[in-house]
Every structure is written in C-alpha cells, then in structure tokens.
T-cell receptor, first 108, second 116 residues
Framework: AQRVTQPEKLLSVFKGAPVELKCNYS??????LFWYVQYSRQRLQLLLR??SRESIKGFTADLNKGETSFHLKKPFAQEEDSAMYYC??????????FGDGTTLTVKP | NAGVTQTPKFRILKIGQSMTLQCTQD?????MYWYRQDPGMGLKLIYY???????DKGEVPNGYNVSRSTTEDFPLRLELAAPSQTSVYFC???????????????FGPGTRLTVT
C-alpha cells in the first residue's frame, strides 16, 4: 500500500526565514512525487514534480529514495507563500495518494 | 481552454436527498478523479476513471456512484445524503504526456456540500 505522511499540520515562519515542509512516503514501486499548493479560496494547483527537478516560486524539492522523503524547501519565505501544501505520490496506474496537507503561514 | 469545471459551487442538502455533482474537462484527458477534502484530513479519493466507460473505486467510495459516458464528463452521484458527506468535493483530470512525464493532476474549483 502507498502512503504519504506530512507530519506538520501547521507551520508558521517569519518573512525572510527559511522554510521546510516535510513529506515522507512509502511505496514499493518507482514513485512519482508532487507538491500541490492551494491558496486561499483557489483550486489546488501543481507546484513541483520531482521528475522535472525544477524550482518554482523559489521552492525546490529533492527526492531522497534512501530516506523516502520529498521535502519542500525555500530559503526566504514570503507572505504570499501562505497556503495549504499537499505532497502527493503518483503511480503508473495514474492514481495519486495525497498527504493530509500542511498549512503554512508566513508572518510579516 | 477552461480546464476542469465543476457545478454547483455550493449546495445544501437535507438528509436522505440525492444530487449529482457535475465535472467537465476540455483537455481531452483520459484520467479523471473525484476527491473529498475534509478539514484537517487532506484529500481522499472517492472514484476514478481511466477512460470513457471505465471507472473504479478509490479509498472512500461508499455512498457515491459515478459514470463516465464521455471523455469530457465525470459526474458524481450522491444517493441518500448523510451528514458524514458534508465536505468539499474536488474533481481532477490528468494525462501522461510521453514517457518522461508524469500524471500531474488538474483540479476543478470544488463544490462545497453541506448535509443537514
């Protein structure tokens, strides 16, 4: 069975501080990992996917297969980063399992 | 290109009533999904479809039904609504764009349903 764990439901940092949202997964196959973001009153949208190894809005995430983790990081948080963040694990069958989400608040 | 659209945006149902949540996508995606989002509980997969005429249960299918007669539409039916079905419902679609891509999902705006 596949599982995604986001240990922090709430995370609060000050503007300009580094931020790390944790994500751990369990899956016996080859995983596809994603981070989705949901800003207030908006739909979920893709932020990052591990296969692209990209940086979006200053966020990066590295897949660590040894630690089965896909933590989301940003060196200098901005107030507009305040949102709900979901880590998701995708499979070749097209299904995704989502974590419970982390609400990030960036304080001025 | 509207992406994924859902109707209605809000609905209040009485216990025992039934309704259909509509979902349409115009991206020609084969894969479509229904999720529910409960406060503090993340997204739970209700049903999904890998193409027209093919549907399968997700994690929490009880109390719901789906159909997929066309590529574009994937309605979710609630029969005999119960308070436990109070939630926000999201429809999503996806498609793998080549061997090096992945099933990123495109979400609709959601339907907020209250059952009282």
């Amino acid at each position: 069975a596949q599982r995604v764990t986001q240990p922090e439901k709430l995370l609060s940092v000050f503007k300009g501080a580094p931020v790390e949202l944790k994500c751990n997964y369990s899956y016996s196959g080859s995983p596809e990992l994603f981070w989705y973001v949901q800003y207030s009153r908006q739909r979920l949208q893709l932020l990052l996917r591990h296969i692209s190894r990209e940086s979006i809005k200053g966020f990066t995430a590295d897949l660590n297969k040894g630690e089965t983790s896909f933590h989301l990081k940003k060196p200098f948080a901005q107030e507009e980063d305040s949102a709900m963040y979901y880590c998701a694990l995708g499979t070749n069958a097209g299904k995704s399992t989502f974590g419970d989400g982390t609400t990030l608040t960036v304080k001025p | 290109n509207a992406g994924v659209t859902q109707t209605p945006k809000f609905r209040i149902l009485k216990i025992g009533q039934s309704m259909t949540l509509q979902c349409t996508q115009d991206m020609n995606h084969n894969y479509m999904y229904w999720y529910r989002q409960d406060p503090g509980m993340g997204l739970k997969l209700i049903y999904y479809s890998v193409g027209a005429g093919i549907t399968d249960k997700g994690e929490v299918p009880n109390g719901y039904n789906v159909s997929r007669s066309t590529t574009e539409d994937f309605p979710l039916r609630l029969e005999l609504a119960a308070p436990s079905q109070t939630s926000v419902y999201f429809c999503a679609s996806s498609e793998r764009q080549g061997l090096r891509s992945s099933y990123e999902q495109y979400f609709g705006p959601g339907t907020r349903l209250t059952v009282t």
